[in-house]
Structure formats: C-alpha cells, structure tokens
C-alpha cells in the first residue's frame, strides 16, 4: 500500500462537523467514496488469463487499514468491519479523518 502521509486527524463530532454549515446548500448533495483496501500490478499477460476463482494478490495485509477518497483526494482511514445485523454488510470504522471544515 502506498503510503501517503496524512494530516494530524481532528476527530469531529457530528454537531461540530456541520456547524457554521447549516444554511450550505450543498450539504444534501451525495458523494460517491471510494474505499482502497489494496493495488495490484499484473502483467497484461497475467489480465488476458483471468478467470474465475483466480486470485489477485495485493499489496496490503488484511490487517492493513483501508484508506477513504472522495475522487483522488484521501479523507480518511479506517478498519475494516462487517455490519451487525447487516447480514454480511461491510463498514468502515474511522480511525483517521482530514479535517474538512475548510474545504479539501
């Protein structure tokens, strides 16, 4: 996993995440994140032989913490955790987190 230095995270807390935001129009607009749990770097000739049950190998330990994008931009980082009740749903749990109350 490439290691990319983050910013001391500032842990927010809902309320204050929002505040001084609240009359922002753009606070119902959704953004797709992208969860990076690993790369890989195959060969074309390794792609042209993919088939089912192959298994890519990553850079990264399951251990690993997965890191957050909001398009190339790193927000945050967290662990890996299935849902409770979810019926196998994963989540992430935030162990890092960019402060964004200023923009990106």
């Not at 990319?4 to 500032?10: F, I």
């Amino acid at each position: 996993m490439i290691d990319t230095p983050m910013p001391e995270p500032d842990i927010l807390e809902p309320e204050t995440a929002e505040s001084g935001l609240k009359n922002n129009a753009f606070l119902g607009v959704s953004v797709e994140l992208t969860i990076s749990v690993g790369k890989a770097k195959p060969k074309i000739a390794e792609l042209l032989n993919l088939n089912r049950g192959v298994v890519i190998p990553l850079d990264s330990r399951i251990d690993d913490p997965v890191e957050i994008f909001i398009g190339e931009k790193l927000i945050a980082r967290g662990e890996l955790q299935e849902m409770e009740d979810q019926d196998g749903k994963l989540g992430v749990y935030l162990t890092e987190v960019v402060d964004m109350r200023n923009g990106f």
